[in-house]
């Protein structure tokens, strides 16, 4: 099992989701445009395993093995790219997307506030 860094993780998702919202905005704006083509961004899960890195360690046996035989996988930097769906504009279908990046919206900031009381209980039971 590797660690998650919950709060890089949240933030990564949040930039993503703010693309994504972009990318909605733009297609509802323009679905009148002669020509126009829905686009979108790569799903989440293709972001999270779009990067991988090696974990640093501060000794030679920091992990109980050499730090050069240990990988995972990373948040990237950039959290999306669009993609060209090829289809006219559906309203309907957009207005369902910005309600889901809504809701999910809503449960990153609900998980992180979540996890944010635990660590700041645990440094006050300290």
């Known amino acids: 099992m590797t660690a998650v860094n919950l709060f890089k993780l949240a933030s990564t998702q ?32 293709d972001v999270l395993s779009s990067a991988s890195v090696r974990l640093n360690s ?3 046996n920091h992990f ?9 996988r990373v948040l990237d930097e950039e959290p999306a790219t669009f993609s060209n769906q090829g289809k006219r504009v559906s309203l309907e279908d957009e207005l369902v997307k910005s309600g889901e990046i809504r809701h999910s919206f809503e449960l990153n900031t609900s998980i992180v506030s979540a996890f944010n009381r ?7 039971g300290s």
């Open 118 to 124: 635990m660590i700041l209980m645990t440094a006050k």
């Open 58 to 60: 501060t000794a030679a």
């Open 64 to 72: 109980g093995t050499s730090a050069n035989e240990i990988a995972f």
């Open 14 to 45: 949040a930039k993503w989701l703010s693309v994504r919202q972009t990318a909605v905005a733009n297609n509802i704006a323009n679905a009148n445009t002669p020509g126009y083509r829905s686009v979108d961004v790569e799903p989440f899960a």
